[in-house]
Nanobody, 130 residues
Framework: EVQVVESGGGSVRPGESLKIHCTAS???????????MAWFRQSPGKEREEVAH????????REVWTEGRFSLSREEGAPNTLTLEINNTKTDDSAVYYC????????????????????WGQGIQVTVSS
């Protein structure tokens, strides 16, 4: 059974930092089959948006608006984990954050990319408020 489990989160004040963690287990074919993992978020009344992802070779890609405040990392030796750190939090960062995993795809030159995400966590609430 595939499980994608988020942890951490909670409430912080603007300007504080926060980490949320994700662990995916039971991924079919893992680790021989490469997987991408990503963080998304959704605020009330807004569409879900991707924050950042890591491909099967550990290359991290972040949305432009995350520059300078969001960082992505994995536990050493554990490519099925993903941690998102948010620094200098803002009230607009308040959202439900979702972790997702999906099989990596490869170009003709065997460069991995992440076309979609098959497995999703339940989501975890992050609230930034004074």
């Amino acid at each position: 059974e595939v499980q994608v489990v988020e942890s951490g989160g909670g409430s912080v004040r603007p300007g504080e930092s926060l980490k949320i963690h994700c662990t995916a287990s039971g991924l079919p074919g893992f680790p021989n089959l490469g997987y991408c993992m990503a963080w998304f978020r959704q605020s009330p009344g807004k569409e879900r948006e991707e924050v950042a992802h890591v491909d099967s070779e550990g290359v991290i890609s972040r949305e432009v608006w995350t520059e300078g405040r969001f960082s992505l990392s994995r536990e050493e030796g554990a490519p099925n984990t993903l941690t998102l750190e948010i620094n200098n939090t803002k009230t607009d960062d308040s959202a439900v954050y979702y972790c997702a995993a999906g099989p990596a795809a490869y170009t003709r030159r065997y460069t991995p990319y992440c076309p979609s995400y098959t497995y999703w966590g339940q989501g975890i609430q992050v609230t930034v408020s004074s």
